[in-house]
Nanobody
Framework: QVQLVESGGGLVQPGGSLRLSCAAS????????MGWYRQAPGKQRELVAI???????YTADSVRGRFTISRDNAKNTVYLQMNSLKPEDTAVYYC??????????????WGQGTQVTVSS
């Protein structure tokens, strides 16, 4: 069974940094796109950044220049480096990945979410 496990969230002061990690495990044949989304209280889930298996990436306007997405294909892991954090970045952050499990078709998988709180 395939699962995504996130780590790295927490409480940080404005201007601070955090690094989120999301590792995929299980019977994995191949992983295509991996990404990060976030959902603040009372708001819809929004795309933060996405990265292809070849390393091409897209970052949302709201975080561009502050957040960087990367991945380690050998470890089936995607990262989100978050710098210059602002209170409006407070949200639950979710990772997702398009994964082909062994003997199966591609499906989208989600992590359980990790809370990021930016506050003084």
């Amino acid at each position: 069974q395939v699962q995504l496990v996130e780590s790295g969230g927490g409480l940080v002061q404005p201007g601070g940094s955090l690094r989120l990690s999301c590792a995929a495990s299980g019977s994995i044949s191949k992983i295509n796109d991996m990404g990060w989304y976030r959902q603040a209280p009372g708001k819809q889930r929004e795309l933060v950044a996405i990265i292809t298996s070849g390393g091409n990436s897209y970052t949302a306007d709201s975080v561009r220049g502050r957040f960087t997405i990367s991945r380690d294909n050998a470890k089936n892991t995607v990262y989100l480096q978050m710098n210059s954090l602002k209170p409006e970045d407070t949200a639950v952050y979710y990772c997702d990945a398009d994964i082909r499990a062994t003997g199966d078709y591609y499906s989208k998988y989600w992590g359980q979410g990790t809370q990021v709180t930016v506050s003084s």
